[in-house]
């Protein structure tokens, strides 16, 4: 089992990786703490916002509801609620603003039935069975020399990899449709809808970040595979 944890690989390929996914939680938490403390001209709360949004979008039915926690925001296409964190939810900061207007974004992707949208919830049950089931059977089928069973694993883990590049388009196609709607309805106006630009940029880059750290697991795991294969 060690030398799937500390072979040269994972210094080479996921060390690196996973550094960039650290950079990019530092760099979304400052964003957010920087734009939270700044509040919008036309005091509109978070919940508000995301009420209005959706009422003009004729989505009356979606609820929008408080949950604990800190940027914990989401949108659950299953009950069609959109959960806003308690940071978030009856603040009326630029951040607050442009989390809650992304989460609803999600909202509208759902109702037009967005293409990437609805892959990525098709594929959901499917990845989270390769993501528990990779690693053991990569580990079982290089311990026993089984060579199918090892690439099976890999297979299963490329399942997160193709999850987290769908999730890229989701997420760039929610914020593009925030700032679209935030401007023209006026609710951020220049610097302000700016500052919620930044946020949304600097929370996208978490999920690149996860993509490219998927994509090092992914290739570490093949080479040690293939390395086996050949030994």
Same mark, same amino acid.
Not at 35 to 48: C, L, N
């Given at each position: 089992m060690p030398f799937l944890f500390y072979d040269s690989y994972y210094l080479l390929l996921v060390v690196p990786?996973?550094?960039?996914?650290?950079? &990019?939680?530092?760099?979304?938490?400052?964003?957010?703490? /920087?734009?939270?403390?700044?509040?919008?001209?036309?005091?509109?709360?978070?919940?508000?916002?995301?009420?209005?949004?959706?009422? &003009?979008?004729?989505?009356?039915?979606?609820?929008?509801?408080?949950?604990?926690?800190?940027?914990?925001?989401?949108?659950?296409?299953?009950?069609k609620v959109v959960r806003l964190s308690d940071t978030v939810y009856g603040s009326s900061s630029i951040a607050a603003i442009g989390v809650a207007a992304h989460e609803v974004g999600h909202a509208c992707q759902h109702a037009a039935a967005y293409g990437p949208l609805t892959l990525r919830n098709a594929i959901i049950p499917v990845t989270n069975l390769?993501?528990?089931?990779?690693?053991?059977?990569?580990?079982?089928?290089? %311990? %026993?020399?089984?060579?199918s069973l090892a690439l099976l694993?890999?297979?299963?883990?490329?399942?997160?990899?193709?999850?987290?590049?769908?999730?890229?388009?989701?997420?760039?196609? &929610?914020?593009?449709?925030? %700032?679209?709607?935030l401007g023209s309805r006026g609710i951020l106006e220049g610097e302000e809808l700016a500052g919620a630009r /930044?946020?949304?940029?600097?929370?996208?880059?978490?999920?690149?970040? &996860? %993509?490219?750290?998927?994509?090092?697991?992914l290739l570490r795991l093949t080479l040690i595979v293939g390395n086996r294969r050949r030994d």
């Open positions: 990786a996973m550094l960039l996914a650290l950079w &990019a939680q530092s760099r979304v938490q400052s964003t957010y703490r /920087k734009y939270s403390q700044i509040r919008s001209f036309r005091g509109m709360t978070a919940d508000q916002v995301a009420r209005s949004i959706l009422d &003009a979008n004729g989505l009356t039915q979606v609820r929008v509801e408080r949950i604990p926690g800190n940027l914990t925001d989401h949108y659950d296409p299953r009950t390769g993501s528990r089931l990779s690693i053991p059977l990569i580990l079982v089928g290089l %311990l %026993l020399g089984n060579n694993g890999v297979l299963l883990f490329s399942l997160v990899a193709v999850f987290q590049l769908i999730t890229l388009p989701v997420e760039f196609n &929610a914020s593009s449709r925030a %700032l679209q709607t /930044k946020v949304l940029t600097a929370a996208a880059l978490t999920y690149v970040a &996860a %993509l490219v750290v998927s994509l090092a697991q």
